[in-house]
């Protein structure tokens, strides 16, 4: 008798060891799979975004996946420098952006008074084209962490750059309304 009971039990180890490995990883490995990045002009990226206006418990969940999902969308392009994403670019319309490696939530910036310089940036929404693009070489950043904690900080340099053109994603604009197209190389050469 014992024995029997003894393999009852391993059977029922060893069903739910199956379970777990044929259907649940993959499930999980599904929910979090890259999105596609949607492309110039598609509507929800001309569409300014809605504040995240609750945090913790399920709220802070749903938060998290979304900050995962961008996290692997944007490691998983295999072209530019992967410096930021923002939520609507995966069809997502929340004011959350990745900035250097850092998720942030419902982003303002004040540009400093100096005169802005001229960026030359690329996105992922509008493929291998590259534009001009007046940024403030620094300013004041205001946003929120996924817990809802809120943080303030002077920034400059690259994370400016990156800062303010997520920030323009979030606001329902891009490089194209913004700046000017480069010339492309094949432009240059049959001009010459």
């Not at 929800?44 to 692997?72: A, N, R, W, Y």
Request: glycine letters at 8%.
């Amino acid at each position: 008798m014992t024995l029997l009971r003894k393999w009852k039990e391993r059977s029922k180890g060893v069903f739910y060891y199956l379970r777990l490995v044929l259907y649940l990883r993959p499930l999980t490995k599904w929910r979090y799979r890259r999105r596609k990045i949607l492309t110039h002009p598609h509507k929800t990226l001309i569409i300014p975004t809605e504040p995240i206006l609750t945090f913790g418990g399920k709220d802070t969940e749903k938060l998290e996946h979304l900050v995962s999902v961008m996290f692997t969308t944007l490691n998983k392009q295999n072209w530019g420098h992967k410096l930021g994403i923002a939520a609507p670019q995966i069809g997502v319309n929340k004011r959350v952006m990745i900035v250097l490696g850092k998720a942030i939530v419902n982003p303002s910036f004040t540009p400093s008074k100096a005169p802005p310089e001229i960026i030359t940036e690329g996105c992922y929404s509008i493929g291998k084209h590259l534009f001009k693009v007046p940024r403030a070489k620094y300013g004041w950043a205001k946003w929120q962490d996924t817990t809802g904690t809120y943080h303030e900080e002077k920034i400059s340099g690259l994370k400016s750059i990156v800062f303010q053109h997520e920030l323009d994603h979030l606001d329902g604009k891009s490089c194209v309304e913004n700046g000017v197209e480069l010339e492309s190389a094949k432009d240059r050469i049959t001009n010459r």
